[in-house]
């Protein structure tokens, strides 16, 4: 029998619990990575068939089955932030194996919740055409409102947040060193970004470039938004009184 805590308060860490203690949270948008992020995602890539080599830059590289989508681990590089935290994962696509450049780039920092980017990879591998896709850029906000989550009224169009006003996702002006096909400089991107409490550090940050396909990036947020609980060892420092918790045992 599941013990409920109080509803958005965080754990007592004075209860008795027995080593690493499992938590199912929610909302899934604020959970955070639970500090498994690279093993998450390398596993998924890993039973998807995509092959892992090391880097000079002490990354870790992934390449899809058919040579088109690229995964890399770059947490170790430290190549640059977004929102002031680093990033961990860089994905792309490419139109066809002889192109040396990616028609586009995803990335996401550490504290993103891995079951969203699993859903995106997911969507990834079992696209078609993962170099194209712009048709339909209202999926995105689609995919959200289906999941009750609220259009902003002024930008009723590009953006939408929680119902508990935490998270966004926004058609945005690019962040620097944001790289994709189309060299113009004054192109729109998804963003995505959680700030539990208004104006502390943000808890993770992930960037889609302009030729990103919205379709995929539907998936992430459809899957960001998910109402179900997710399992954590670990709850993100500065969230914990916008989760609610339950231990299982």
Known sequence: MEA????HHPIDPSRPSSPDPMYWVTPRHLAGDDGVLAERIGDTLTDLGWRMWPTSRNALLYVSPDGLRGAEWILAAYPFELGGLPVAWQLSARPNTASALTEWNAYFT???????LTDFLLALDA???????LE??????KALGVRGWLRDIDRPRTTATDPGFSTNVSLEMLPPLIHDADPRGDLLGWQAWAEPVLGAPYLWCASFSASAPHELVAAFASSLAAPGPVPRRT???????????????
């Not at 696209?127 to 896709?133: K, L, V």
């Not at 339909?136 to 906000?141: F, G, K, T």
């Not at 709850?235 to 045992?249: I, K, M, N, Q, S």
């Open 4 to 7: 409920p805590l109080h509803p």
């Open 235 to 249: 709850l993100p420092e500065g969230a914990e009184d916008r989760l609610t918790v339950v231990r299982r045992g």
């Open 110 to 116: 550490v504290g993103v919740p891995y079951e969203a």
């Open 136 to 141: 339909h850029a209202d999926s995105v906000l």
């Open 127 to 133: 696209s078609e055409t993962p170099d194209a896709g």
